[in-house]
């Protein structure tokens, strides 16, 4: 099967962050890959990447982003798949430039918006599998099985003085 989802970042330093949306799509047996393109320093390259990707079955893209984080919106000016930011945590506002640079995209081109950091990249990998599950049954069934199997094991932890 061909890459259905594409995992985007601006820099080698978001791939700590963004690893986890690559291992809930891994769990989940999910074409995808992942690249490091720039929305400021490569545009050209990530333009053409963008329509290459369609054209090679791309459905899904996620876009990590710290600062400014122009990624996942100039992503979403390119193409009308689905695109989901991750704002990456960032040393000088602690991810909330970030966050609030992805979130307040203008109306016509949006942009799904996770957590900041590590919470926000395993999601968006889970809603990733959601969007796909709306079209194939096995992605349905493996989300339900793993959403149920996160309940057991919080029930089986309920009691904090037996942990």
Known sequence: MSTIVSILMGSKSDWPIMEHAHQILDQFSIPH???ILSAHRTP?????YIKEAEKKGVNIFIAGAGGAAHLPG?????????????????QALNGMDSLFSIVQMPSGIPVATMA??????INAGLLAVSILAC???HYREALQHYRETQATKLLEQSNPLEV
Do not use: D, F, W, Y
């Not at 050209?44 to 053409?48: H, N, Y």
């Not at 100039?74 to 960032?90: D, E, K, N, Y």
């Open 116 to 121: 900041v950091g590590k919470a926000g990249a």
């Open 74 to 90: 100039v992503i979403a000016s390119q193409t009308v798949m689905p695109v989901i930011g991750v704002p990456i945590q960032t």
């Open 135 to 137: 079209r194939h049954a």
């Open 44 to 48: 050209e390259a990530l333009q053409s």
């Open 33 to 35: 890959e992942s690249r």
